[in-house]
């Protein structure tokens, strides 16, 4: 089942903060987040692992609540290069196939000067 | 570091043809996934190799689409016959252990 995100669109001016939001009904082993640029591939932001570990910019900041299934995304004094599509990829505990992610639906962050 | 290659990058065919797509993974990465990303929407995973063996293709149309991996490497995406709704950026990405991925540029799929 597909992850919720929240809110659908942002729009912020240089230098505000923003916080989405990334919901599942299933229990999770991670939650990735990803940024696209119109026209461009998905970059890699961070992963936020069950039991506290994340990998990910030294300048994202995440958190990831495992009761609640629920993450966000931090993003401070932004900048114009913030803007673009925001995607949670949700990962249930692993088995085989370890790294499936099901994607949510976007989170449109626009970021004017 | 190269990335992840695509081709080609754009693709028109008509509907009931056949198209293919190919996917270099960075060097070294085990896991390579296909996925399809439908306008406005987030990327839908199609299948997912582990070296050369597939570990998930439970969201894969199999009855028009196909993939492989050969040799732990490449992989190809067929489409045959294609359909209207199959239109979409198809995007390839690699992985190292199965965390991050890393995303090719996608081919562009038009069906008229």
């Known amino acids: 089942q597909q992850p919720v995100q929240s809110p659908q669109a942002v729009i912020l001016r240089e230098g505000e903060d923003a916080v989405i939001n990334c919901s599942s009904s299933?229990?999770?082993?991670?939650v990735h987040w990803y940024r696209q640029k119109h026209g461009e591939a998905p970059v890699f932001l961070m992963i936020l692992l069950k039991g506290g570990e994340q990998k990910g910019h030294e300048k994202i900041s995440a958190s990831f609540n495992e009761k609640k299934q629920q993450s966000s995304l931090y993003l401070t004094a932004s900048q114009l290069s913030y803007s673009g599509t925001y995607f949670c990829?949700?990962?249930?505990?692993?088995?085989?196939?370890?790294?499936?992610?099901?994607f949510g639906q976007g989170t449109i962050l626009t970021v004017h000067p | 570091e190269a990335g992840v290659a695509q081709s080609p990058r754009y693709k028109i065919i008509e509907k009931r043809q056949s198209v293919a797509f190919w996917c270099n993974p960075i060097?070294?990465?085990?896991?390579l996934y296909w996925y399809q990303q439908i306008l406005g929407q987030g990327p839908k995973l199609l299948i997912q190799f582990q070296n050369n063996g597939v570990v998930d293709d439970s969201q894969l149309p199999k009855d028009r689409f196909s993939a492989e991996r050969l040799k732990g490497v490449d992989s190809t995406l067929k489409i045959q016959p294609a359909k209207l709704e199959d239109s979409a950026v198809y995007l390839c990405?690699?992985?190292?252990?199965?965390?991050?991925?890393?995303f090719g540029p996608g081919t562009r799929l038009t069906v008229t």
């Open positions: 299933k229990a999770l082993y991670s």
């Open positions: 060097s070294g990465h085990a896991t």
């Open positions: 990829g949700t990962e249930i505990p692993r088995g085989t196939s370890y790294g499936k992610l099901t």
């Open positions: 990405a690699s992985s190292p252990q199965g965390y991050e991925q890393y």
